[in-house]
């Protein structure tokens, strides 16, 4: 026997687009802010006074210009219950506005310019299915696939790299021929023969000279899955997120275990350790040192590499799970409501990146720029939060 799967709907797709991007009008202005300090003169007359701004006018500002070509397609099958929608996308971003720091010799600490372009390019897979479906039950299954990858290229030939979060020494950087938001720091050095990292006579990693490119942030794909199980006036659905890669320069894990307080350091303390690697001759390290040497001096991430307390951020999370019970409509009928319903809801319940330190319970989602392209790089921000609570809808 030879079942087919029938095709309901099927559309293809194709579109080119152009847009720009405005930045701040008073990125192009000089203004005067309005300061605190008011004098009264010898008559009563109170006099306000002004600031001059930190950020350098740029009179010459062009707004970013949006090019993207999408091609895709969509599909139904197996009377509606099985829904596909595949898409590809090139898209790139001319003359980004970035803010490039001054010497305050100027006057000034930063002006914004035009600089470089962007361009990414993916995919995006959408599935649904219905596994499920009659007069009491339903069940529909969605998920998402995201893959996306950038490139940075036509930075002015006087740039050769600009921080975008971060410090001077250590951050995100945008940076010719890299992926968007490439992290840098310190590093160890490494013999080159073997790839190992070499220690110093006293047992202590080497760090390299100056900084390097450590880490990328931007995670290798994305994924998503949505379950949605009704029965007769119950809801119940929840959310998982799933990342794959991404690189994470964070300071709290490095923090907690060089200072010991956390049980990824709860071992005998007085056992000497020989940290791996081979020495400055090559051959492979034999020198012993204390364990809160190896973890304050090298892991802490303040003493130690920036490259040794930079970590795969991939985590799975279960991001929402809510239970809901809509009145039926007949107890509803004598009343003015059109429709009620109690929901309890949870967000960012749970989560596990594997990767960082076990007893460090660390979430790569934390944010501790405050820039929404700030992503890879943490200093000791505060934890995530999980969200529990109940709400009531009501419709007229």
Do not use: C
């Amino acid at each position: 026997m030879v079942y087919l799967i029938t095709l309901n709907y099927l559309k293809l797709r194709a579109g080119y687009a152009t847009s720009a991007n405005f930045g701040s009008p008073y990125n192009t202005r000089n203004v005067l802010n309005i300061s605190t300090n008011v004098f009264v003169d010898r008559v009563g007359t109170v006099i306000n006074s002004n600031t001059i701004s930190d950020r350098l006018a740029n009179p010459n500002l062009q707004p970013e210009l949006l090019k993207e070509f999408e091609v895709g397609v969509e599909g139904k099958f197996i009377n509606n219950r099985l829904n596909l929608d595949i898409t590809y996308y090139n898209r790139v971003s001319k003359d980004q506005i970035l803010d490039r720091d001054l010497d305050p010799s100027t006057g000034f600490s930063v002006t914004s310019i035009n600089a470089g372009s962007v361009r990414n390019s993916g995919i995006e897979l959408a599935l649904g299915y219905t596994v499920i479906r009659n007069k009491d039950w339903n069940w529909q299954l969605d998920g998402n696939f995201t893959r996306n990858r950038n490139l940075v290229f036509d930075l002015p030939t006087d740039i050769k790299q600009i921080g975008i979060a971060g410090f001077s020494n250590e951050g995100l950087f945008v940076i010719e021929g890299q992926p968007l938001g490439v992290i840098q720091g310190t590093s160890t050095q490494k013999d080159p023969k073997t790839g190992q990292r070499i220690v110093n006579s006293n047992g202590d990693y080497i760090s390299s000279t100056g900084i390097s490119i450590i880490g990328d942030p931007n995670p290798d794909y994305k994924m998503t899955g949505i379950s949605t199980l009704s029965w007769k006036q119950f809801s119940f659905r929840f959310q998982v997120d799933f990342t794959k890669g991404g690189d994470m320069l964070a300071y709290t894990p490095g923090t907690l275990i060089g200072r010991g307080l956390t049980k990824d350091t709860e071992f005998d303390r007085y056992l000497p350790l020989i940290l791996p690697g081979v020495k400055e001759d090559g051959t492979p390290n034999d020198i012993q040192i204390s364990a809160s040497q190896a973890y304050f001096n090298d892991y802490s991430g303040f003493f130690g590499m920036a490259d040794l307390i930079t970590y795969d951020a991939t985590v799975v999370r279960l991001r929402e799970a809510s239970l809901s019970y809509n009145l039926p409509a007949t107890l509803l009928a004598k009343t003015p409501f059109g429709s009620a319903s109690f929901t309890i809801s949870g967000q960012n319940l749970w989560y596990n990146a594997p990767y960082f330190p076990k007893h460090v319970n660390f979430d790569p989602e934390v944010n501790s720029l405050g820039v929404s392209n700030g992503r890879g790089y943490e200093t000791l921000a505060g934890p995530t939060s999980r969200r529990i609570g109940a709400s009531i809808r009501i419709t007229f």
